[in-house]
């Protein structure tokens, strides 16, 4: 069974930064996409950024610029880059493999 498991969430004071990990129990054979989600409070899952098994990277706009996704050469970890943080970056982030396999998700709080 694939596991995602994500790491490296907390609470950040706004322009702050933190670094989401997330570590995949698949081959690199078995991986074409992997991404990050996010859920706020009451609001729909939605996606922020996603790498390829090439390395083409994608963002939502609200995060562009500011995150940045990217990934270990063993391709088993992928990682979050989130600078600036705003106010409005709180949710629970999620790890997704080929759009199939989700994380149990982690906290992101950014209050002042």
């Known amino acids: 069974q694939v596991q995602l498991v994500e790491s490296g969430g907390g609470s950040v004071q706004p322009g702050g930064s933190l670094r989401l990990s997330c570590a995949t129990s698949?081959?690199?054979?078995?991986?074409?996409?992997m991404g990050w989600y996010r859920q706020a409070p009451e609001k729909q899952r939605e996606l922020v950024a996603t790498?390829?098994?090439?390395?083409?990277?994608t963002y939502a706009d609200s995060v562009k610029g500011r995150f940045t996704i990217f990934r270990n050469n063993a391709w088993d970890t992928i990682y979050l880059q989130m600078n600036s943080l705003k106010p409005e970056d709180t949710a629970v982030y999620y790890c997704?493999?080929?759009?199939?396999?989700w994380g149990q998700g982690i906290q992101v709080t950014v209050s002042s």
């Open positions: 997704n493999s080929n759009c199939i396999y």
């Open positions: 698949q081959s690199i054979f078995d991986i074409y996409l």
């Open positions: 790498i390829s098994k090439g390395g083409t990277t």
